[in-house]
């Protein structure tokens, strides 16, 4: 019993912090060393705390389906998105291949070096600095960016370019854990001219395939064969993020209406001097 609660524990701070661009792997990072697994086998936590992220892409599926599911089904939808190829909403269609193309350079390099990352660079130090990092630069930017009229102010205004530019900040986060994926690639979006409320909800939609492919690679490398215990983390863990990330991302997307991110990039630093504060008395 004391594991499942750990578990729902684990899945609430997900939940929390995959979407606000505060870093899940540097808050999860402080929940494991507080409270482990004590049940599991070797490098389950490392499998757990990636897979768990499947129930924040399923809040995001749930949440702006609309938005994001490329077929036209019914008559009416048919009769309001006329297009070269039946059933299809062309404008979906583009922005799924725009958000391909943004994860093309983390998706290369990710395969190819994720156990080289994995050495050096998951540590908490590497992990606080990033924090840090990151969070001077929404400050930096967002005070920049006061006064300034976006360029880009709907999805449909994204380039590829733009998509590609987005996809090397995402790059960044797959590269230094604690840079959080979703506050680099809304830190790229910014700084290119993106307003906030796209800049997030094209973070949202890029991190289904994203972490759909992540939480696969992990599965893999971890192997198939788990305990009636393990899964029964791995459920609990992706139930409870589904149901934090639904509000979580509805909060997200009024506050980015209102508000700017420099409350996160605050929140960043003081993390940040924590995990090092935290991590340095250990030794």
């Known amino acids: 019993m004391l594991e499942v609660i ?7 701070v997900e939940g929390i912090t995959e979407w606000l661009p505060i870093s899940s792997t540097g808050h999860l990072l402080l929940v494991e060393q507080l409270m482990p697994f004590q049940e599991v086998s070797e490098g389950f936590f490392d499998m757990f705390d990636v897979v768990i992220q499947l129930g924040a892409i399923l809040a ?18 048919r009769e309001e998105n006329p297009g070269p190829i039946p059933f ?45 990092i990151f969070g001077v630069a929404f400050l930096v930017i967002e ?7 976006p360029k880009v102010r709907k999805l449909s205004q994204i380039t590829y370019q733009t998509a590609l530019i987005i996809g090397f900040f995402q790059l960044i986060a797959a590269i ?4 959080s994926r979703s506050g ?23 991190a289904i395939p994203v972490m759909f492919g992540a939480s696969l690679l992990k599965v893999v490398k971890f192997g198939f064969h788990f305990t009636g215990m393990e899964v029964a983390l791995l459920l609990v863990g992706t139930v409870v993020s589904f149901v934090v990330s639904l509000f979580c991302l509805r909060f997200l997307m009024n506050y980015v209406k209102k508000h700017n991110f420099k409350i996160f990039g605050w929140y960043r630093i003081a993390l940040g001097l924590v995990v090092l504060l935290f991590f340095g008395l250990q030794k």
Do not use: Q
């Open 6 to 12: 750990k578990a729902i524990v684990y899945g609430i």
């Open 60 to 77: 995001v599926v749930l949440l702006f389906w609309h938005k994001i599911w490329p077929f036209a089904l019914s008559r009416r939808e």
């Open 88 to 132: 299809l909403k062309m404008d979906i269609m583009t922005l799924w291949f725009k958000i391909l193309v943004s994860c093309v350079p983390a998706a290369i390099i990710g395969i190819l070096f994720d156990e080289v990352f994995e050495k050096w660079f998951y540590n908490p130090v590497s992990i606080a600095l990033a924090l840090i």
């Open 143 to 149: 005070t920049w960016n006061r006064g300034r009229r």
């Open 176 to 179: 230094f854990p604690g840079t």
């Open 184 to 206: 680099a690639t809304i830190v790229g979006a910014l700084l290119i001219g993106v307003s906030r409320t796209v800049a997030a909800e094209y973070t949202f939609f890029l």
